[in-house]
């Protein structure tokens, strides 16, 4: 592992602006980005269940959470083809999940950023998505420990946060870790 390995991992609630944020971030450090979304997407099509439908996907999610957190972490880290050098990681959902992380990337330093969207914003997005279970899914287990994360994190953004100020809070954290 080098000394310039670090992880971004991302969270928030759903329709946050997760996915949009760890684009970004993987485009501006030049580096791999993967989602535990992502996987979980994977495997329901193995199973030839729905990818398109959120409860099928929190099931399946949750179920990797509870069986083996480590490897559900180690398998994320291997669909992104990571092994040193910066990564971003979107949609820690879990607390426990969230230290498996660390832990699993290992001597890399990890950041954990949460997106703290307001809440109007969040309902128009999910309005948009035509998502008419929001509030179905936003109760689901899974869903839980988001606000526990936004306590743990170690920078928190919303929707006025500068993408190039992100930057630089990053690089000051990576530096003094």
């Known amino acids: 592992m080098h000394e310039d390995s670090f992880v971004i991992g991302i969270s928030g609630k759903i329709a946050s602006g997760k996915t949009t944020l760890s684009q970004q971030l993987a485009e501006t450090f030049i580096c791999p980005r993967v989602g535990f ?9 193995q199973r030839g269940l729905t990818v398109a439908d959120r409860t099928v996907l929190q ?7 509870e069986q083996n957190p480590e490897d ?6 291997k669909l992104a083809n990571w092994e040193n050098g910066p990564l971003v990681v979107e949609g820690i959902r879990h ?11 290992s001597p890399a330093q990890f950041v954990l950023i949460f997106v703290d ?3 109007n914003e969040r309902q128009n997005r999910l309005n948009t998505r035509g998502d008419i279970n929001g509030s179905l899914v936003e109760k689901h287990i899974t869903e839980n420990d988001v606000e526990l994360l936004k306590t743990n994190a170690d920078i928190i953004v919303n929707e006025e946060t500068e993408l190039y100020s992100l930057i630089e809070i990053i690089k000051l954290k990576i530096q003094h870790d």
């Not at 979304?37 to 099509?45: D, M, N, S």
């Not at 099931?59 to 959470?65: H, P, S, T």
């Not at 999940?97 to 990337?105: D, F, N, R, S, T």
């Open 37 to 45: 979304g992502e996987y979980v997407r994977l495997i329901a099509a």
């Open 59 to 65: 099931e399946i999610g949750q179920d990797l959470v």
């Open 72 to 77: 559900f972490c180690r398998q994320v880290i």
């Open 95 to 105: 607390v426990n999940i969230c230290e498996k992380l660390k832990e699993v990337v």
């Open 117 to 119: 969207t307001d809440e």
